[in-house]
């Protein structure tokens, strides 16, 4: 099954359930929001897909766009005097892109399929919760080295198995890349292992140089789009 969505294109991988803030003054971006605020794209939800390289997408240039990518759901958007947009959004479906249209509407437009999780057999729906709790407590060492203190607070215990590695990956810095493989592996296990790996890399490298970074929800907005 297939179905349209508007773009927005961003060097930043979204996670089905993280927030994120945009901070919007491109025109045809500010457009879309309009669109979204006024009900003219159904259901205030837009396409995040990730740029490969750089920050935007030029014209005749969408090859640069990551084949998978995660629907954003609009939660508030604030007009500010000039015309520019605050936004808050969250993510929710990812979907598989398959076409895109740079010429029915002011942005992007893409074809899109939705990307579900693959069945589990019983063996490995068996194992989840021992790979949940490794993840866990890879997330905790992350946060110990990361923030020392109250930062990075764990999901909740009843987080659904096949939620559990975004909302553990979801206020750390990870890579680009190593976010993208968390947001297109349709296996709740391998996404659990894979996410137990790359926060005990990131937590050594944190020990190692003795850097705390900052969690992604004191960031602020990204960079503006003019």
């Known amino acids: 099954m297939t179905t349209t969505l508007p773009l927005f294109p961003l060097g930043t991988v ?14 045809r971006y500010r457009q879309l929001t309009v669109d979204l605020v006024t009900g003219a794209v159904p259901e205030r939800t837009f396409g995040v897909v990730s740029i490969k390289q750089g920050w ?13 990518g995660c629907t954003a759901v609009l939660q508030e958007a604030r007009r500010l005097p000039d015309g520019r947009y605050d936004l808050t959004t969250k993510g929710s479906r990812r979907f598989r892109l398959l076409e895109v249209d740079e010429d029915s509407a002011p942005y992007l437009v893409g074809s899109v399929e939705w990307l579900p ?3 589990a057999p019983p063996e490995i729906e068996a194992v989840l919760p021992l790979l949940a709790d490794s993840a866990r407590a890879a997330h905790g060492r992350y946060r110990e ?29 990870l890579t ?10 349709t296996s709740p296990a391998r996404r659990l292992r894979l996410v137990r790996k790359v926060l005990h890399r990131e937590a050594g490298i944190v020990d190692a140089l003795s850097a705390v970074p900052a969690p992604l929800s004191e960031l602020g907005h990204l960079p503006h789009r003019n």
């Open 14 to 27: 979204l996670l089905p359930g993280a927030s994120l803030p945009l901070h919007v003054f491109e025109p």
């Open 56 to 68: 935007e997408v030029g014209e005749e240039n969408v090859e640069a766009l990551c084949d998978v």
């Open 117 to 119: 999780d693959t069945a």
């Open 145 to 173: 080295a990361a923030y020392r203190s109250e930062g990075g607070r764990p999901p909740a215990e009843d987080t659904a198995f096949a939620d559990l590695a975004y909302a553990l990956a979801g206020d750390c810095l």
């Open 176 to 185: 680009l890349e190593d976010r993208q493989r968390l947001l297109e592996e």
